[in-house]
Nanobody, 119 residues
Framework: VQLVESGGGLVQPGGSLRLSCAAS????????MRWYRQVPGKERELVAAISSAGGRSHYVDSVKGRFTISKDNTKNTVYLQMNSLKPEDTAAYFC?????????????WGQGTQVTVSS
């Protein structure tokens, strides 16, 4: 199983980035996909989520209207389009694949990609 994030980098405030997460080794279409972010010393925060078929999405309030999550089940890839970036969006961004099941949910994680918003 692999989740490989890409697209991070340094961007000025107000700029845009698109993160990608390429998945392999599991049935991508059967998993909800999520983007988390984490800054040193703080807990990992759920930023955006999309349901397995792509019909539902969820965003943390601080990114609503600026970030868009999308999922391409034909390419086994999930994206996070980030617009109007702010310095407080600076963090390591992690891709997560999640499937609810009994007795234990299944979660896979990527290695993370750094996003730095600074002038």
């Amino acid at each position: 199983v692999q989740l490989v994030e890409s697209g991070g980098g340094l961007v000025q405030p107000g700029g845009s980035l698109r993160l990608s997460c390429a998945a392999s080794g599991f049935t991508f279409g059967g998993y909800d996909m999520r983007w988390y972010r984490q800054v040193p010393g703080k807990e990992r925060e759920l930023v955006a989520a999309i349901s397995s078929a792509g019909g539902r999405s969820h965003y943390v309030d601080s990114v609503k209207g600026r970030f868009t999550i999308s999922k391409d089940n034909t390419k086994n890839t999930v994206y996070l389009q980030m617009n109007s970036l702010k310095p407080e969006d600076t963090a390591a961004y992690f891709c997560n694949a999640h499937r609810s099941s009994w007795p234990r949910d299944t979660d896979y994680w990527g290695q993370g990609t750094q996003v730095t918003v600074s002038s």
